[in-house]
């Protein structure tokens, strides 16, 4: 058994009894990276030699039995997370050569907790992408069949975990950007509620939507993770302070009699027969286990790809004023200002962001705000409601993560708006701000992973945890590893 | 086109927006210091430096600076307000976009009065809001580069916005110095406007006295002194009035007040007007100002200056003058009062500030914080001289000495042997020889040129040495002289 394709609680148990060191953890994971990355592509960056030092102090710890859930555990951050003195480029060529004067929460959170930086996973350009098509770099390939797409935007993170070149990863997730890609993956992926992880040190894309999550192998090793990033950050006026609970508490807990909510909007035409099927036979599954599904609505389900795309964009078009060429990252000169402005984001800025600045900035420009922006955050109100009416009568909803499993490179990146339908069933979670987690639940007769997607209330994660654990520990999908 | 008759007058109507830093010790939305002057960039963060992935978090200070200004300028405090992103790009606003309030900011619908030219006005104020300042670019030095220093991006500013309540710019300079002692009278702002902690944009527009409809509107921008406010604000009328006479029309721009040549430029036309594109700031929650807290805020307000100088008309029945004078700096006004609770009478202790002290302090550039002077130091002086120890004219020699030295008014009298001479036998001797050493004076005065007895009153005191108590020898002198 080689160490790379444990997880992160069997990784534990062998550093804590010392029956493997941090070293030997180490290794083994470049090692499956030295193997496999040359197919998957899943980093920018590979930090081995900061990880090679994290690895000593971590050891030493472990010796002295101090306390760390993470310690000597190798984990992929995606690289738009700050870590100080690490290259972060959102894999944009407009930040390819930044290196952050300063540390995210999340990282220093991790760091406190012992992990290993595994290195800085691709990602589209500012996270805005289905596939990491967009990425400015290269697409990473899905370890599933390397002719294809692992999703995105946390694509490099969910490949990685899928591809054991790391143990877990963090992903952020505006719109879908770590469960759409942990589906494609085949591995487990969370969107807390929105305010639970500080998004601080996370290189903006829509700041209302922005979430940082885990991605793990399985749901046990997610939980860990939140009890490390979650919680108020004083850095973070949108952190919520609210009380964050022993997530791994309620793990194997009775999931008997709990209301599973099934809305009628999320299983739509165009879908593909087997994500359906694999979806509906886990809602059997999950009632098997004594959990009651119910037939719900979400009524405004079909405004959320426009009212999404009207305040992402907006939102970003101010987000990335900031690459001007002026204090940081690349510049292009120019005769004037206005010129080095002007060719510093027409080279540094790939076709989709610009796409999105346009779109946002014209959604709020005078004369449109109101009939764009405004009508937006209308919208979005009515899509919360939903869900809040939704959640009153039952525990958690239940749908597909993605109307598809992973398709080919090429297949859609000259079609956004085909793209864009991509993130149908995981959109309308970040409008309201709910918590959400995708889990493997089969497979595609292409052998490709299907995902599926559990909301919870807000700051109710613990729910969908339980849920998709008990799920999780009836099935065999999240022993399956890819052939690589 | 007709341009309108020559004779017929006009009427400006103005609003004023002031931008007023905030004296916190730290910026508007990061730790780094606030303080003005240092070496560039040497006062400057990830976030102030607008980085990628960092996140604002609000100055609770500035917040309670910014209501209590609401708050003593008349104004709502709303429970509930937000900020937001005002965006354009330029290389002094690192985020390209600066956070700002705009639908909903956290003061509104106040007031401030005014008098101006002997009248009292009531001018409207529309908002109070908060937002962080820009940095600095620099042009001048090296070669083709220009540089960004960004200490000053992110300190914390109020912006207060008037009503178009202002007719003048008399009006509107005495609405800027009110304003200024306002915000010193609350330690938020320290009123610098050549230092740029105070600024002033005026919207400016004519219309034919007695019309309602307003004119078309100009935006004047750079008014960075006290002394240029009215001037701008009078060339920027005159032009335009000029402009309608000769049958123009006035066109909505946004124009430069150049205090080299006196004149305003235009700068950009409507045309050319940033759209600002505002929108909520997501990374910042919306500001809840609790009643309690509000409350708390406004016990803990200072005496306001209109309150205090109602006070020291009723109070001290000081003139309306001296009041106005002595509160325009809560440090004055504090002084002053030190001074009578050390037992000065009201109006000696304003004259003496008004006269010898303001011009001493002129003098050397001081302010009444830098005063070597004591309030009770005054105040024993004063004392002497209702005692007759000294008179009013030897005073003023004793009040040099002591605000020269640093000593007490007895002392210095002591030691100067200013000690008024009220011994009516030495008195008498030095008026004998006055009368005797001016015969010619004396045949005058005699003879009905009564002025003269200053003449004498002169001579009396030189001899000696302006020590004798003026009033004896007035008595005397007539006495001795038939008068």
New interface residues.
């Given amino acids: 058994m080689e160490l790379y394709t444990l997880d992160i609680s069997e990784l534990r148990r062998l550093l804590d009894r010392r029956e493997v060191s941090v070293g030997e953890v180490v290794d083994s994971v470049y090692k499956r990276i030295d193997a496999v990355e040359g197919r998957v592509k899943a980093f920018v960056t590979l930090t081995k030699e900061e990880a090679l030092k994290m690895a000593g102090p971590a050891q030493k710890k472990i010796d002295n039995k101090e306390p760390g859930t993470l310690l000597g555990i190798p984990i992929a951050i995606k690289d ?3 870590a100080k003195g690490i290259r ?1 480029t ?1 894999s944009s060529r407009i ?1 390819e050569k ?1 290196v ?3 540390e ?1 929460t999340v990282t220093s959170r991790l760091k406190e907790h012992g992990y290993i930086l595994v290195g800085k996973t691709n990602l589209d350009e500012f996270a805005m992408g289905s596939s990491t098509e967009n990425s400015g770099f290269h697409t990473t390939r899905n370890p599933w069949d390397t002719a294809r797409i692992p999703g995105g935007s946390s694509g490099g993170s969910t490949a990685a975990v899928a591809a054991d070149e790391c143990m877990a990863a963090l992903g952020s997730d505006t719109g879908g950007s770590i469960r759409q890609p942990a589906s494609l993956c085949g591995v487990v992926g969370l969107k807390p509620t929105y305010g639970r992880v500080s ?6 894309f ?3 939507l922005d979430q940082i999550g885990p991605i793990t192998k399985n749901v046990s090793d997610a939980a860990l993770i939140m009890n490390v990033i979650s919680g108020r950050d ?5 952190s919520a302070p609210v009380d964050v609970p022993d997530f791994t508490r309620i793990l194997g807990q009775d999931v008997r009699g709990l209301k599973i909510g099934v809305p009628k909007e999320y299983f739509i035409e165009g879908m593909e027969e087997d994500v359906v099927n694999s979806v509906k036979a886990a809602v059997r599954q999950i009632e098997s286990l004594g959990a009651v599904p119910v037939e719900i609505s979400l009524p405004h389900t079909d405004y959320a790809i426009a009212t999404y795309y009207l305040l992402a964009t ?2 970003a ?2 987000n ?5 060429g ?3 990252g690349f510049r292009e000169n120019g005769k004037d ?1 206005l010129e080095m ?1 002007m060719n510093t984001r027409a080279a540094g800025f790939g076709a989709e962001v610009k796409r999105r600045i346009m779109l946002g ?1 014209y959604a ?3 004369g449109y ?1 109101d009939a764009y ?1 405004k009508k937006a955050q209308q919208a979005r109100t009515l899509i919360k409601k939903d869900f809040e009416q939704a959640l009153k009568t039952v525990d958690i909803i239940v749908t597909p993560t993605s109307p598809t499993a992973a398709f080919k490179i090429g297949e859609k990146a000259d079609d956004p708006l085909q793209m864009y339908l991509s993130d149908i069933f995981t959109i309308s979670v970040n409008l309201a701000g709910v918590p959400a987690i995708s889990i493997p639940c089969g497979f595609t007769r292409d052998d490709l992973p299907v995902g599926l997607q559990l909301i919870g209330r807000h700051f109710d994660e613990e729910t969908i945890l339980k849920v998709a654990y008990a799920y999780e520990q009836s099935t065999e999908w999240h022993k399956r590893k890819p052939k690589l | 086109m007709h341009g309108l008759p020559v004779n017929m007058k006009y009427e400006a109507v103005i609003g004023l927006e002031v931008h007023a830093q905030m004296l916190t010790e730290s910026k508007m939305f990061c730790g780094c210091s606030a303080r003005f002057g240092a070496e560039p960039n040497s006062q400057t963060c990830e976030i102030c430096i607008g980085m990628p992935g960092v996140l604002p978090v609000m100055n609770k200070k500035a917040l309670e600076f910014t209501i209590r200004t609401g708050l003593a300028m008349n104004c709502t405090i709303s429970a509930y307000s937000r900020f937001a992103r005002k965006n354009y790009f330029y290389p002094d606003l690192p985020k390209g976009y600066q956070i700002s309030q705009y639908e909903l900011p956290i003061c509104g619908h106040g007031h401030v009065d005014v008098i101006a030219g002997g009248r009292k006005r009531r001018i409207g104020i529309t908002r109070i809001h908060m937002e962080e300042d820009a940095g600095k670019n620099i042009h001048e030095g090296r070669g083709n580069y220009s540089f960004v220093d960004l200490n000053r991006a992110g300190v914390p500013l109020m912006e207060i916005v008037s009503e178009p309540d202002i007719r003048t710019p008399v009006e509107a300079s005495e609405y800027m110095r009110k304003l200024r002692t306002i915000l010193r009278y609350l330690g938020v702002c320290d009123g610098n406007m050549e230092q740029g902690s105070l600024r002033c944009d005026a919207n400016v527009s004519v219309r034919p006295e007695g019309r309602r409809e307003l004119g078309v509107k100009v935006e004047m921008k750079n008014i960075n002194s006290f002394r240029y406010v009215e001037k701008a604000l009078e060339y920027e009328i005159g032009r335009q009035i000029k402009a309608l006479q000769e049958g123009e029309k006035i066109v909505q721009e946004t124009r430069l007040w150049d205090p080299a040549t006196a004149t305003t430029q235009s700068m950009r036309s409507k045309e050319e007007a940033h759209d600002y594109r505002y929108f909520p700031e997501p990374d910042l929650v919306p500001i809840m100002a609790h009643c309690k807290w509000i409350d708390a805020v406004k016990d803990g307000l200072p005496e306001l200056p209109d309150a205090k100088r109602e006070r020291f008309v009723s109070g001290y029945e000081l003139p309306e003058y001296d009041a106005d004078l002595l509160t325009s700096e809560r440090a004055m006004a504090d002084w002053f009062e030190g001074a009578i609770r050390a037992g000065a009478g009201p109006k000696a202790a304003a004259n003496w500030m008004m006269g010898e002290l303001m011009r001493f302090l002129n003098e050397e550039n001081k302010t009444i914080e830098g005063c070597p002077l004591k309030p009770s130091q005054l105040a024993e002086m004063i004392k002497l001289i209702d005692k007759g120890t000294i008179s009013g004219k030897i005073a003023k020699t004793v009040f040099e000495e002591m605000y020269r030295t640093g000593k007490d008014a007895e002392t210095v009298v002591k030691e100067k042997g200013l000690v008024q001479i009220s011994d009516s036998g030495a008195i008498e001797k030095a008026v004998d020889e006055a009368i005797a050493g001016n015969p010619k004076e004396v045949e005058r005065f005699k003879a009905g040129d009564e002025k003269l007895i200053g003449f004498f009153v002169g001579q009396v005191m030189k001899a000696t040495k302006g020590k004798a108590n003026p009033q004896m020898v007035n008595e005397l002198l007539k006495k001795k002289l038939g008068g």
Avoid at chain 1, 320 to 324: E, G, H, I, M, W
């Fill in positions: 738009n997370m700050c972060t959102c930040l930044f952050p004067p300063y995210s998004r601080y040190g996370l290189v903006a829509a700041s209302s004083l850095l973070d006026s949108t907006s939102e078009s101010s990335l004023a900031r690459y001007d002026v204090k940081y200002l402005y900035t709020l420009s005078s705000y922006y």
